[in-house]
């Protein structure tokens, strides 16, 4: 048996909008997948050694510039391969961008920062760069759009291997899986462990994001967040008046169908803590 027609049609599709310089957008339902994916499986990703081997050039070309630096290696598995220098470093991870709603909307409002949005599922990630291309086609000869990006990885295991320590400064997660059952709490996206990595990642005074239309989600990460020492809420007058909360709210995929189903959203906002200063050396010693 050969490909089924609907199958092959969204493949043929796919493969047009890749070949092409398209103005137009891409449609979501000829990249559809399941809502979901599990965090724990061999998804034969491709990511850097280090943050120091990762090559945005190819995301971000408006701001790469002619300056190289040769790696061993840029990719596991990659041979050596020069990675151009770039003009800015990304700040901004949206973690499970989806269809990329946030990316594009928050993009043009805080121009003079990359964003990135990092999406596990391979064919939504494909839609997400797609639509950043033909936006970027749209409006030829500006910077709108120059400034996000998406790619496809599992943050999971991998995010220190994208971004140094301190790189970030501001953390998306929205509306991300609620994993209701108690045997797959470990899969959710906030946890103690990966907590510890955000705040490695993030420096001083950068604000993590999150949203969800499930309570009990929304409850256990305030708990665990609330409950890192790296980490403390924002109050809710703060939170109200920042302008990325008001797109996160609004402008997410996900956002609109919990407003069309009317639904309830929980909007929790965290700010890194600066690390408490190293004893000193002195002072160890005169302990022992």
């Known amino acids: 048996m050969g490909t089924p027609p609907k199958r092959q049609k969204r493949e043929d599709y796919r493969k047009a909008h890749r ?36 090559d ?23 041979q050596t391969k020069p990675i151009p220098h770039m003009k800015k470093d990304v700040t901004v991870a949206d973690i499970g961008c989806g269809f990329g709603g946030l990316l594009v909307a928050l993009g043009p409002k805080i121009s003079d920062e990359l964003l990135l949005g990092l999406e596990i599922r391979t064919q939504v990630t494909e839609y997400v760069q797609e639509r950043i291309k033909a936006l970027r086609n749209q409006n030829p000869g500006t910077s709108l759009y120059q400034n996000i990006a998406c790619l496809r ?15 970030l400064s501001k953390i998306f997660l929205c509306f991300p899986d609620p994993h209701f059952k108690s045997r797959k709490h470990k899969a959710r996206i906030v946890s103690s462990t990966l907590n510890s990595e955000y705040a490695f990642v993030m420096r001083p005074g ?28 924002i109050s809710e007058e703060e939170q109200e ?24 959203k929980f909007v929790a ?9 190293w004893p000193s050396h002195t002072n160890s010693l005169s302990h022992i």
């Open 19 to 54: 070949d092409a310089e398209l103005t137009e957008l891409p449609k979501k339902k000829h990249y559809r997948q399941r809502a979901h994916a599990n965090p724990f499986s061999d998804h034969q990703l491709s990511y850097p050694r280090n943050p120091a081997s990762m």
């Open 269 to 277: 906002c965290f700010r890194r803590l600066a690390d408490p200063p």
């Open 56 to 78: 945005w050039s190819t995301y971000y070309p408006a701001f790469s510039t002619a300056a190289i630096t040769v790696h061993d290696s840029a990719a596991v598995g990659d």
């Open 153 to 167: 990885a599992n943050t999971m295991k991998f995010l220190p291997n994208f971004f140094r320590k301190a790189q």
């Open 241 to 264: 008046s920042d302008a990325c909360v008001a797109v996160m709210k609004s402008e997410t995929e996900e956002g609109k169908k919990v407003e069309r189903n009317g639904g309830h």
């Open 206 to 233: 950068g604000w993590m994001y999150t949203i969800t239309d499930v309570q009990d989600l929304h409850t256990w990460m305030v708990e665990h967040l609330e409950g890192h020492p790296s980490f403390e809420r």
